[in-house]
């Protein structure tokens, strides 16, 4: 018995994570990243022994090689920062695009698209806006607070769920500390992510 669920609203519900994970399926992109992909990058990053065998395979292993790095000592996978951007990128595979989302979502108290968007981006690899977008219409919190506007209004959550430990827990999963009070600090600004 989950006497507890009546009340808190979740961010997403098992079914909405299953709707996603269809959506994902229906609407592929090499933007993100299947578990697949990440294992194949990961080889080309750590196996000094594999070489290519066509023009083609040695200009992705150039790219990759450019683009990503692999963490020994976290066992993370990262997109590497470019000129413009402040730091490394961890690497979301699909199969957790919804669960990383919801996380940010809910750190960030509920904010709106655009400064969930921009937290996303700035620390993750391999999530498309649209997908932010796609989730956050089906938030149980944000549906149930109308008051909520999209920006500016953390300070009206009066949610009781422990979700911050949670949160903390998730972010520090194989050692990565995560700037979390920068992910607080500015609501507004664009970033064209990924
Ligand atoms: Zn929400």
């Not at 993370?76 to 699909?94: G, S």
């Not at 968007?117 to 149980?140: A, M, P």
């Not at 009206?156 to 998730?170: A, K, N, R, V």
């Amino acid at each position: 018995m989950m006497s507890t669920s009546s009340n808190n609203a979740v961010t997403f519900t098992p079914s909405t994570k299953a709707a996603f994970l269809q959506y994902l399926r229906e609407n592929p992109t090499n933007r993100r990243i299947t578990q697949t992909d990440k294992d194949s990058l990961i080889e080309w990053l750590t196996n000094p022994h594999k070489r290519p065998t066509s023009q083609k395979e040695f200009s992705r292993r150039n790219y990759i090689w450019k683009t990503f790095t692999w963490d020994e000592k976290t066992q993370n996978l990262f997109a590497v920062a470019k000129p413009d951007e402040e730091k490394d990128r961890k690497v979301v595979t699909e199969d957790t695009i919804a669960d990383v989302v919801e996380c940010v979502h809910e750190g960030n108290k509920h904010g709106g698209w655009d400064a969930t968007w921009k937290d996303i981006s700035s620390s993750c690899y391999g999530i498309l806006r649209s997908d932010v977008i796609h989730l956050l219409k089906q938030c149980q919190t944000c549906a149930l607070n109308p008051s909520k506007r999209p920006k500016g209004s953390a300070a009206t959550m009066g949610s009781s769920q422990p979700m911050d430990h949670e949160f903390l827990d998730f972010l520090n999963t194989g050692d990565v500390q995560y700037d979390i009070s920068a992910w607080d600090a500015q609501e507004n600004g664009e970033h064209s992510g990924e």
